[in-house]
Structure formats: structure tokens, C-alpha cells
């Protein structure tokens, strides 16, 4: 669910600022970029994990 965008930075979403003028104000907005982001892919883990959603308990005895 990780992204890089154009400069190599990885993150879950990226934004931009824009300068918005309504009634002669300036105001700064966050808008969310969609293009130009490639996915992270499968990475490996150091450690293997269990997925959250595994349906069985495991414990030690």
C-alpha cells in the first residue's frame, strides 16, 4: 500500500499544496496526488509475519 512518487520518496499518499483566491483571499488547500506514483510491491520481511486476520490463536505451552 506504499507508493514512490517522481523524486523516489516513499509514503502511503502524497499531497500538493495550492494556492486557492476566492473573494480576493488567498487561502492554501492539500490536494492529493493520483498520477505518476508507482507501487512499492512485495517486500520481504527480516522476520516472517502472520497476517492480522490469521483465524487461528497460536500459543506456547
Do not use: W
Request: hydrophobic share 35%; aromatic share 8%.
Amino acid at each position: 500500500s506504499m507508493y514512490y512518487d517522481e523524486d523516489g520518496d516513499l509514503a502511503h499518499e502524497f499531497y500538493e499544496e495550492t494556492i486557492v483566491t476566492k473573494n480576493g483571499r488567498k487561502r492554501a488547500k492539500l490536494r492529493r496526488i493520483h498520477k505518476n506514483l508507482i507501487p512499492q510491491g512485495i517486500v520481504k520481511l527480516e522476520h516472517p509475519r502472520i497476517h492480522v486476520d490469521f483465524p487461528v490463536i497460536i500459543c506456547e505451552v
